[in-house]
């Protein structure tokens, strides 16, 4: 009985390790990408102070906040006051965005990751830009699934694609 223990032990050990060096040899060539880890909105994070609108489009439904004397409002529902501190902090969280893994380039697969293009009735993704009070265009991004790390590892993400690119991303960060 033992030497069958020792045996599935051993074979168990090997599996295991087999795996974790195929798992490390796939995180490795994701890291050969130029893009995994910069930013993903480099100009919007360059110029935060000066984001004063940012519209979100889901589906049919629009929101524009606007930063008017220093406050946030809502246009849609008559100028009435955003929560400062979400607003600010989801602001905050579009511009740290940082790309951490390729994903797919394929549009019939976009539903998966909620990074289709966000106009449509049935998109779950959102559309979000960022402009000044110029009305130049900062940032624009697509922004899907929210990706949780479910073994601590500190991965949280949310999936990502800019419109009229084919790539989607994983990128790190969150927009409460």
Known sequence: MRAKGLIALLLVTTIAVILAVLVAYRGGANDTDPQVGKVVLPDMRQ????????????GEAKTTLTRQGGEWIVEEKGNYPADQAKVTQAVRGLADLRYV????????????????????????????????????????????????????????????????????????????
Request: proline share 3%.
């Open 47 to 58: 110029r935060l102070a000066e984001v004063t609108r940012v519209t979100l489009i889901h």
């Open 101 to 176: 893994e390729p994903k797919t380039r394929k549009p019939d697969l976009y539903v998966r990751l909620e990074v289709e293009d966000a106009g449509k009735t049935d998109a779950k993704s959102t559309l979000v830009t960022a402009s000044d009070e110029k009305g130049t265009l900062l940032g624009e991004i697509i922004v899907g699934k929210r990706r949780v790390d479910q073994l601590g590892g500190g991965t949280d993400g949310i999936y990502v694609r800019k419109p009229g690119d084919a790539q989607s991303w994983l990128a790190s960060g969150t927009l409460e």
